[in-house]
Structures are given as C-alpha cells and as structure tokens.
C-alpha cells in the first residue's frame, strides 16, 4: 500500500486553499490538486505491506501525545522545481516550528521501528498543482486564512476508476 502520514487543515483554510486554487486557473496551466486533496505531508512511506499499519498507528498514536494543536496561517505562494514543470504551493506561517517538530518526531519515530521514508527536508507547504507552467505566469496574491491544526492522519494513496484517492486510515488528534 502507497502511505503517508499527514496534517489535516481546518475547514476555513481548505476553503481559503480551494479558492486560491481556482483563481491561479486563470493565470496559470498544469495539474491541479483537488481541495479534498489538499495536505501537510509528514512523512511520506511509499510502498508499506499492510501487515505493518498497526505499527505505523502506534507511532502516530505516541508522537501525537507529545504535541499540542498548531496554531498556523496560510501564506504566500512559491514553487518546487524549473518554471515550466514546477510543483506550485502555498506556505504557512504561524507556528511552522512546531509543525518541523512533529514532522522530525514522526520521522524519528518511524526509523525506530524500521521504517524508510521520503527524506527530502519537511518544508510546511500545501500542494495546489503539479506540472505548473511558471514561465510566463503572473500569479496573484493568495487567499489567506488562520486556522488551529489539530488531527494527524495516515493516508493510503491509490487509484479509483483511474482517479487519484487520499484514503485516510488512521485519524489521531493533537492534545
């Protein structure tokens, strides 16, 4: 199973996400990410035998004890990669500290128990499209919005009827 572990965003800033999201398809040409899509990637597994999800549970369980809710806001936009195939984003500010920390706490927890994982730096960013055309591209300002992140979800990434699903697992809350 394809896995990751990720921060769910509150309601107000998916909405806020979703239309930033349908103002840059006015200005800007690549694969959009659905709102119902939209995420805090954690920790990113790949390829997982199911037979280990009770583990990944527990870790999630345990490291999620150790945390409080994040208090975090939506901010800028900015982009991965060359201006004509970018990974097109918009940033957090707030309380990006404590959310390193969970990511850093996750991933340690996770190698303790065997686990590989993507190890590309945790940067706080929510995905808004893949294969984004920057070159000629005038990108607006984002809608912005607070929100309190609070719940921690293992995902499982697979296809259905040819469309990419976000299938939460595992839901744990910050306390």
Known sequence: ?????????????????????????????GRYVRPDMFHITLAFLGEVEAARIPTIEGIIERVVALHSPIEAALDELGSFGKKGNAILWQGLAGNTRALAELASDMRRALEG?????????FRAHITLMRKA??????????????????????FHSHRVDDRLVYEPIYRAILC
Do not use: W, Y
């Open 1 to 29: 199973m394809r896995l990751f572990i990720a921060a769910e965003l509150p309601d107000n800033m998916l909405d806020a996400l979703a239309e930033t999201s349908a103002d840059l398809r006015a200005c800007v040409q």
């Open 113 to 121: 128990e065997g686990f590989t994982f993507d190890p590309k730096p």
């Open 133 to 154: 055309n920057l070159i000629e591209a005038t990108l607006m300002a984002p809608h912005k919005e607070d929100g309190i992140i609070d719940t921690v979800t293992l």
